[in-house]
């Protein structure tokens, strides 16, 4: 490969916490905990100053969940969800918190922050006004937009706007962008150390978070598409992982190429470097970080910018948004519906 | 009528300033000016500092056009609205402009100011990055959200990112209250004296000018409601209007209310006192403006929030935002297709 | 008054057989009942084929209702009208139903029919193929569109669709025009006669009925919009009421048009005519009907199709919809979640 | 492969004729003719009865063109697809059409249909009521939603209420899966010979045309999906072509994995079968249509209805939308703007 490309810039970033944490036990600096509530899997990911994730210090919680267009997972996830917001968020009485939809509401699958922020209980211009009610907490909520539609930074709106209405905490919302197909609209990352440089759909945005700010700013993130270098890098390695599968698992395939519908994904399987590069040629050689910035390179002339989402991501989206913004009424003020 | 209620929050406040200018000539500090382009009412009036409307200094333009739903009236309107930005804005070619859009996107009649920014074209990124065509001015532009969303006075938003990003100048659109049914959706005033306390649907605003910001503010604004007290005293102003038009013009009325279809709204009438208070009883005795306060009172006590709306306004609104966002690209970028 | 004008294209419709049904005692042919059940009015007139009111033969359930933007209000509602669904229909098992959605969808005051179709769980493809689960009805549904954006009268569109797939019964929502703006977005009413020629905001539709289809229609309404005609009618007649509520309550009116913010609207009060007279002058002579007719008159000229709805309207019909589709759903299908 | 699966369920279907004729001299029943208008490349296809491609006899018209979020582009496109049209419509001035929106208005790429079909002008309600002015052709048009929304096989809706108007010739606007991200939202097919069963997004289809309602049914159609598979098969195709060409163009290579920007997907290149397997092992042994079905079957068992489409969706829909509605009305009616 030609080492003097840049290959930074087709990094495919992931701040799902989750995604790092598969050999938990090695790791130094690292505490990993999970819980299954109400059949939602949560995992508490707490990260010290000098942990060998090189990831930034903090709580990371992933909620784990099927399908959110079925009524009853998506009920237990709102009960789940707003559990764990208010552990999350401990909101002092006169606490005042200003939350944030990052995305564009122009773009489905990246419309979930701005969707979030339309649904939020706002107070401060009745807190003003003296005229805020004792179940309510002191709340504001703004839509940034994107730099493509407004020409402005960002974090520089969201800085500006703090700076004169002085909130004591931060809630952002934003759309990820996934680095697997398998964790697209279900899974939920709550975290305390905020928005890092280069996450979510836009890619290019600038740091939001306590060292920035000065206050505490809560992340709430779900990965909602995939790039279409990872799909094409996902199935190729699927190829290789059915095909060793087979091999390992089934008596007499039929062929080496023979898929049985059996859900491979989740079986562990040893690589055998030579077999798999008899499977994928020059390709087979790679690992997997150089297999997915070499794909996006192949797919950089047609100058296509594509992503990939279900077909019925309208819909999930709304879903989602409607999960996210009542958890987080509910938390934030005394208005929960589900004790 | 009582005088012990307030009746200044019945007043229905307009910031059309050619609402003011009937009787231009017995004004003093007071210049106008009517021309017609492209078929289009184009209204100058130029206000000195110490002018006899007690408004403020500076200019009011005000388009009067026919339905913008026709091609060919929409046509005209925006080559005259190009026109009459160019020479209002006089932009240098190195200014920086933030286009701010007032309103709330989900409620139709008050959603002209953020469907406008959506199709603004946005540049300051790129200058930013050093990437600008010479064609294109430096631009950004913002939907603060009404406060009932955000929770935020709206004029804050403005003014904390109008100090982070250093504009030389603010183009403001928002939907108006009209006073007139005559006027909705067929008046656009563009003024150079910004977004005055109490004007706008909100009705609650604080200033938006160069008073209050530093930097120029041009407002450009449509009525697009009308208070529901307005159309009935419009009504009731009508009904003499018409009683007296048919007595000084009709020659044989089968009868004294008798309506024939001729358009009587823009003929002269003389009012009689006398005749007034028959038709209309005490009612007549008041002037239009004890009128509508008094209707104020009465519809208060339904407690409702009335709009009076055209039904199609929906697709109105949608053809003054597409003129009215194509006219400032157009003015302000170097990209006029109707030259 | 001049004859010859065709009034009845200035008659405003109502079809809320409630506004009809005042002095109930004594109309023949009319049987009239009404419960409270959860918080909600719910009146049940029945008409006999030769009653007083000249209408239709049939049941009409009217419910009344405070502000549904309040969640315990639309909570409640919800639970009472997936009650009286249930009565009305009384779905067998095996019955095929075709759900209408009456109205523009591009219009927001009209939308209710569309929004309400949006969110219907039809099963009828699924019935089709034998994969219906023994929890749903076999049920369909349809948004036609109005004849303005389609070409085609509406009542076509349903009866050619009713004779491809025979549903054993129709249900039909629609936006109605309210004479009342005291009703305006508070009453849901449930009839069995379907829609008749007329009603509706679009003014101009054919009968949907048994009688036209052959199959049971139940038509679910709700008053959304008023004619601007009503509002000026109603604030007239207002006057006259707070002029002689004052007069006969107060004991020293400090002038006879004072207000003092009494909701005078639910008071009986005696009509005096001389007195209605020396307020209202010639108006004051004409009934409620001739007035709104002589208002149609008055307006018409300045062409402008006007109507007056809440400024809320947006975020209202979005919860009217909720609500009927939810209730519909609960009412058919088995997995209502309020049991 | 296991040949005992249906591969029949995985082929990726195209509509697109251009697709099969490559290799236009060496077929049988194929005339193929390419024009350049206002810079869009016109394909017109005629196929006889018996044509080698096996598909249906009729005319098939593609027009090839560049991102149409361009104004120029846009522009070229609606005046060549208004000419086009105009042509393959040949509208008798007494003919009546009725316009049919194929696809779901909530999927953004499937709903290019809906979304034309809401900017036709329709006249025959006009023409019913004898208001019909010269300029106008009769004209309806309608969208009869998706079977998953409506329970209702959508070809029975279109019969049904084809047979109530009785139009003399049908327009059907879809959106289609592409078999190829290269034509992603830059082709549009016009052909007489109708939809297709299995063709269009949602692949269920039943046939539409001449055969089935007995009138003429041209269908537009657009490629806006690309089935993830898709999108994986064609990068492989991509990683041995881009391989290929730099061995074959390129003097020194850096490396055989190099790429230097250089769009090479347009560029003939030789195959070389060792070669191909070296750099792809066995699956560089699979044909183009194997690769396809074998994908398919990889990406099976994770149950994800995935699709690719580029970012900004939502704004090429609408600009699609808005040019083909803008031909259609400037083909058929006597407006056209543009002569």
Redesign the interface.
């Known amino acids: 490969?030609?080492k003097?490309?840049d290959l930074s810039k087709y990094q495919i970033r992931t701040d799902l916490a989750i995604d790092y944490v598969e050999d938990k036990n090695k790791l130094k600096g690292v505490k990993y905990k999970t819980n299954i509530i109400n059949d939602i899997t949560v995992t508490n990911v707490e990260l010290d100053k000098d942990n060998d994730l090189g990831k930034k210090k903090g709580k990371y919680i992933t909620l784990e969940f099927e399908d959110v267009t079925d009524?009853n997972n998506a009920n237990k996830l709102r009960k789940t969800l707003t559990l764990v917001l208010k552990k999350m968020l401990k909101i002092k009485s006169d606490s005042f918190g200003l939350v944030v939809g990052l995305g564009n509401d122009?773009?489905?699958p990246?419309s979930l922050g701005p969707l979030v922020v339309?649904d939020i209980i706002?107070?401060?211009?009745?807190y003003?006004l003296g005229e805020l009610s004792s179940n309510y907490k002191r709340?504001?909520?703004?839509?940034p937009?994107v730099?493509?539609?407004?020409?402005?930074?960002t974090s520089?709106?969201i800085?500006?706007?703090g700076?004169?209405?002085n909130p004591d905490y931060l809630i952002v919302i934003d759309s990820l962008a996934s680095k697997s197909?398998?964790r697209?609209n279900k899974t939920i990352q709550i975290t305390d150390t905020g928005i890092q440089p280069g996450s979510g759909?836009g890619n290019k945005r600038k740091e939001i978070s306590k060292d920035t700010l000065g206050i505490p700013v809560i992340a709430i993130g779900v990965p909602t598409v995939?790039d279409?270098a990872v799909?094409?890098s996902d199935?190729?390695s699927?190829?290789y992982k059915?095909y060793a599968f087979n091999k390992q698992y089934m008596k007499n395939p039929?062929?080496?190429?023979?898929?049985n519908?059996?859900?491979?994904?989740n079986k562990k399987i040893k690589e055998n470097k030579k077999e798999k590069?008899?499977?994928?040629?020059?390709?087979?050689t790679l690992s997997d970080e150089e297999l997915q910035m070499?794909?996006y390179?192949?797919?950089?002339?047609?100058g296509?910018?594509?992503?990939?989402?279900?077909?019925?991501?309208?819909?999930i989206i709304h879903k989602l948004s409607n999960i996210i913004s009542t958890s987080i009424n509910n938390s934030i003020h005394n208005i929960d519906?589900d004790r």
Chains 1, 2, 3, 4 share one sequence.
């Open positions: 490969m030609n003097s490309v009524y122009k773009s489905t990246d339309n706002v107070t401060n211009h009745l003003m709340l504001a909520a703004i839509n937009g730099m493509g539609e407004t020409g402005i930074e520089d709106i800085e500006s706007i700076q004169k209405i197909i398998e697209l759909i995939v279409a799909i094409v199935t190729i699927f190829i059915n039929k062929s080496k190429l023979t898929f519908n059996v859900n491979f994904l590069q008899d499977l994928l040629g020059m390709i087979g070499f794909i390179e192949v797919l950089n002339p047609i296509y910018n594509l992503m990939v989402t279900p077909k019925e991501i309208d819909f519906r």
